[in-house]
């Protein structure tokens, strides 16, 4: 069974940090290029930022360019997003999803991320 578990979600603020974690099971990780998304209420999810297979070619959406950091270590199985100079608008639920998170991709049950003073 496919399972990805987030963590590392929280209140925080402005200008604050977090580290999201998302631990992989079931599935060959280190074969997936994978992403992070993220959703606040009423809007359709956001991808944020994905990286390939290897740990390579990190993308991320404009917004957080600069700011946000996606790794992984595919020994341990671990999705990382490092969070720096948070902004109220970051407020989402935060998912990671194998691939780039589309509809055959799996996805993991959120972490929110609050950014609030």
């Known amino acids: 069974e496919v399972q990805l578990v987030e963590s590392g979600g929280g209140l925080v603020q402005p200008g604050g940090s977090l580290r999201l974690s998302c631990a992989a099971s079931?599935?060959?990780?280190?074969?997936?290029?994978m992403s992070w998304l993220r959703e606040v209420p009423g809007k359709e999810p956001e991808w944020v930022s994905a990286?390939?297979?290897?740990?390579?070619?990190?993308f991320y959406v404009d917004s957080v360019k600069g700011r946000f950091t996606i790794s992984r270590d595919n020994a341990k199985n671990t999705l990382y997003l490092q969070m720096n100079s948070l902004k109220p608008e970051d407020t989402a639920v935060y998912y990671c999803?194998?691939?780039?998170?589309?509809?055959?991709?799996?996805w993991g049950q959120g972490t929110q991320v609050t950014v609030s003073s």
């Open positions: 990286i390939a297979s290897g740990g390579g070619s990190p």
């Open positions: 999803a194998t691939g780039q998170g589309g509809t055959d991709d799996y």
């Open positions: 079931g599935f060959p990780f280190g074969s997936y290029d």
